[in-house]
Structures are given as structure tokens and as C-alpha cells.
């Protein structure tokens, strides 16, 4: 049987203050996102990122049907790295997909 790995997704959320420049100051919240795919890029992956977004690709994550939380431009932490969603999730229809992932989304490496 295949399984995921647990994965955490961390947003970022307006704390409410800004700093001396008037930008706003982001805090950090992490949710726990199970039963996550990981895949690494393959060479069209990678070739094909840095033409459409010029980002390099490091892994593409198969996310659970279900999940509910928003993907894009979000920091992942997984294998004790941190990497950055880039481009829009592409997303099939959970009743034609017959395992328990519907929606995969690309990372780079975030530092």
C-alpha cells in the first residue's frame, strides 16, 4: 500500500504590526499536512520550471484529496529542509482519480 509522509505547510499571516518602513511583519504558523507524496523532479520537470517560472524544481508533492489549505506560494518543511510551492496546484477531480491524491504542487529549495 502507498503512503505519504507527513509534511508541515507554514503560512504566513499578517501580525498586525509593520516594521520602520511601514511593511507589514509576517508571523509564522505551521499545520501538520498528512499522507503527502514526495517525488523528486525528473530532468522535463526541472527544464520545463525554469522556462515557465524560472524557478528550479526540486520535488513534486502529491497532496491528499480533501485537503483544503492553500498551496500556493507557501514554505513546506520536509527530510528537515524547507522549500517554497511555486506555480498554480494542478488539481484532478477526486471522484475520477481512483488512490487518495488529487492535487500535486512543484518546490524549490527555500534557504
Known amino acids: 500500500m502507498i503512503k505519504g509522509i507527513t509534511v ?3 503560512n504566513l499571516v499578517d501580525s498586525g ?12 504558523t505551521s499545520i501538520n499536512v498528512e499522507n503527502v507524496l514526495i ?3 525528473t530532468s522535463d520537470d526541472i527544464t520545463d520550471s525554469i522556462n515557465l517560472y524560472g524557478k528550479k524544481a526540486v520535488y ?9 489549505h492553500i498551496w500556493e506560494n507557501q514554505i513546506v518543511e520536509f527530510f528537515g529542509e524547507r522549500f517554497k510551492v511555486f506555480g498554480k496546484p494542478l488539481m484532478g477531480i477526486e471522484a475520477n482519480i481512483p488512490l487518495k491524491w488529487n492535487m500535486k504542487v512543484q518546490v524549490e529549495r527555500y534557504d
Open 17 to 28: 504590526q509593520s516594521d520602520p518602513f511601514g511593511n507589514p511583519i509576517m508571523q509564522e
Open 8 to 10: 508541515k505547510l507554514i
Open 39 to 41: 517525488q523528486p523532479a
Open 60 to 68: 513534486n508533492l502529491a497532496i491528499p484529496k480533501g485537503d483544503d
